[in-house]
Structures are given as structure tokens and as C-alpha cells.
Antibody
Framework: QVQLQQWGAGLLKPSETLSLTCAVY????????WSWIRQPPGKGLEWIGE???????KYNPSLKSRITISQDTSKNQLSLKLNFVTAADTAVYYC????????????????WGQGTLVTVSS | DIQMTQSPSSLSASVGDRVTITCRAS??????LNWYQQKPGQAPILLIY???SLQSGVPSRFSGSGSGTDFTLTISSLQPEDFATYYC?????????FGQGTKLDIK
């Protein structure tokens, strides 16, 4: 059974770097899109970006200048770094496994990490 | 970015009711529309992908339809565990974008 376990610092000061890691257990890294998605308290979901098993990345244009998503296939892990955080980056951050159809389109995320609340406060 | 608009934003219903939630895309997304259910303090759960395909393990009372710009999620007979927030998501054009959510609560 596929499980995603994520971890990272939960309290940051403005201008610091958010750093999260997500480990994938019980399944292959290959053939999927691995995403980070966040949810501010009481609000909706925002896709941050993704990496595929080849290491190719896509980022949300609204965050592109500040984010890096990478993978370590030897450990079945993906990571997220978000630079220069502000209070607006306060959210629950999720990693998720995205499925891909035969034409290469992402068709939804079927496994999610447990979520990490990251609070940015001085 | 493609904008996704759900309606209604909130909905009150009773156990056993048939409920429909709609999602409209700002441009055609073919059938690249996914639906999620989220309960407080939990990660979202994928219910429907590519507009009408039922994710494995999801009860058959959930169904989806639509193509192009207009989509619906239907719950045929509400069960107590279905009271939650539902999100649509387009996955046709990066970045994947979500609707604002529909909160379904007990009447």
C-alpha cells in the first residue's frame, strides 16, 4: 500500500526558507507526477508544483521565482524549498502522487501525505 | 491560468438526498476534470478523475459528468460520512487549478 510521509519545520520567520521532504513508501516513483499542494487555514487548495520521475519540474507561475522542487529517486523522496517566506505562505502543505494518462496528462492525485502546517510569524 | 468556479459555495442537505455540485471552467478543458472530497483536518481524497471515472474504492453513489467547460458531481443518496467540502480541479493546462470548494453540511 502506497504511503506518503512528510516532514519539515513548522514555524518560520519572515524571509526564511521553507523546507519540506516527502518519502514514498510501498510504491514506485516511476511513472507518476509528484506534487506539492498547499492550503491556507480555512481556504482552498493551491497547486505549488511537481516533479516527475525523470526529474522534470513544473511550477506555479505565481511562486516560480521562489520555489525549488527536487527528487531523490534512490530514496523515493521529493522535496520542496520555498525562499523568502511571508505570512501569506502560512498554510498546510501536502505532497501528493499524481496519475498520468496515456497521453501524458495529469489525471488527479490519488495518494496524499498527512500534511504539514507551516506558520510564518515574526 | 484556467479559472474554476464551483456552485453553490455551500449546501445544506439531509441523509438520503440527491445532491449535485457544478463546476465551470473559464475555457475548455475537454474532460480533464477531477473531484476531491476533504474533511476537516484531513488530506483531500480523489473521488472522480477525467470527469466521470470513479476512483478505485470510492462508493458508486458518487458520479461525475460533463465535458468542455461544464461539469457536475452527483451524490445519489447522501450518507452521514459524505458531509464534507468538495473541490473540482482541472488538469488540462498547467498549473492545475482548483475550484473554491463547496461545503456540504447537514440540514
Amino acid at each position: 500500500q502506497v504511503q506518503l510521509q512528510q516532514w519539515g519545520a513548522g514555524l518560520l520567520k519572515p524571509s526564511e526558507t521553507l523546507s519540506l521532504t516527502c518519502a514514498v513508501y510501498g510504491g514506485s516513483f516511476s511513472g507518476y507526477f509528484w506534487s506539492w499542494i498547499r492550503q491556507p487555514p480555512g481556504k482552498g487548495l493551491e497547486w505549488i508544483g511537481e516533479v516527475n520521475h525523470r526529474g522534470s519540474t513544473k511550477y506555479n507561475p505565481s511562486l516560480k521565482s521562489r520555489i525549488t522542487i527536487s527528487q531523490d529517486t534512490s530514496k523515493n523522496q521529493l522535496s520542496l524549498k520555498l525562499n523568502f517566506v511571508t505570512a501569506a505562505d502560512t498554510a498546510v502543505y501536502y505532497c501528493a502522487r499524481g496519475n498520468v494518462d496515456t497521453q501524458g496528462y495529469y489525471v488527479g492525485s490519488d495518494h496524499w501525505g498527512q500534511g504539514t502546517l507551516v506558520t510564518v510569524s515574526s | 491560468d484556467i479559472q474554476m468556479t464551483q456552485s453553490p459555495s455551500s449546501l445544506s442537505a439531509s441523509v438520503g438526498d440527491r445532491v449535485t455540485i457544478t463546476c465551470r471552467a473559464s475555457q475548455s478543458i475537454r474532460t480533464y476534470l477531477n473531484w476531491y472530497q476533504q474533511k476537516p483536518g484531513q488530506a483531500p481524497i480523489l473521488l472522480i478523475y477525467t470527469a466521470s471515472s470513479l476512483q478505485s474504492g470510492v462508493p458508486s453513489r458518487f458520479s461525475g459528468s460533463g465535458s468542455g467547460t461544464d461539469f457536475t458531481l452527483t451524490i445519489s443518496s447522501l450518507q452521514p460520512e459524505d458531509f464534507a467540502t468538495y473541490y473540482c480541479q482541472q488538469s488540462y493546462s498547467p498549473p492545475p487549478t482548483f475550484g473554491q470548494g463547496t461545503k456540504l453540511d447537514i440540514k
